[in-house]
């Protein structure tokens, strides 16, 4: 089990490499500090999503490490999986065509945005890069760890949702009703 932070951390123009302020290295730092109250209780254990990391082999079929339909990653995993959207390609190589792919289902996420996301996994055969996943059209590649993209979080083990008020209230009149049931009841087996 996992649960997702829907918060993109980015700033307005993820294709800026000039701009380091959303590089890896700042993304990792940004997930390394996050603390998040959850209904009282703080979740202090994000990280960034991981991926297998091996040597750059690209492909469609959801087997290289390179490529589209790629589930091993958790953010591949997120968006073909669990979102249940479409690859710029197919598992046969073959285009799916414009309109058809990309993030086109966020499901409960809110603040998904159509672009690359940092995966915290460094490429090993090039340390300077660092592997990401690209939410307009399903790939996942490495780059440079300078350039600008979003940085999702994420974190093992679930966090319980925090009833809404009005779901407290509720639940409180019908404790109440229940005793005021027994409080009636035992009076009448007397």
């Known amino acids: 089990m996992m649960t997702w932070y829907d918060y993109s951390n980015t700033e307005d123009s993820w294709d800026s490499w ?18 998040v109250d959850f209904g009282g209780d703080t979740y202090d254990d994000w990280r960034l999503p991981t991926t297998v990391d091996g040597l750059g082999i690209y492909g469609t079929d959801g087997t290289t490490t390179v490529g589209h339909n790629i589930t091993t990653s958790e953010l591949g995993h997120l968006f073909y999986d669990e979102l249940g959207n479409q690859g710029e390609y197919d598992t046969s190589g073959v285009y799916v065509g414009s309109g058809n792919y990309g993030l086109n289902n966020t499901g409960d996420f809110q603040d998904l945005v159509s672009g690359p996301y940092w995966s915290g996994t460094e490429y090993s055969a090039i340390t300077d890069n660092a592997w990401y996943f690209s939410f307009h059209n399903g790939i996942q590649v490495t780059s440079n760890k300078g350039w600008h993209y979003y940085g999702l979080a994420v974190r093992s083990g679930d966090v319980a949702a ?29």
């Open 18 to 35: 000039d701009n380091t302020e959303d590089s890896w290295g700042n993304q990792v730092a940004w997930v390394g500090t996050l603390s």
């Open 162 to 190: 925090v009833p809404e008020p009005a779901t407290i209230g509720l639940l409180g009149i019908s404790l109440a009703g229940m005793m005021v049931y027994g409080i009636r009841r035992r009076r009448q087996c007397r």
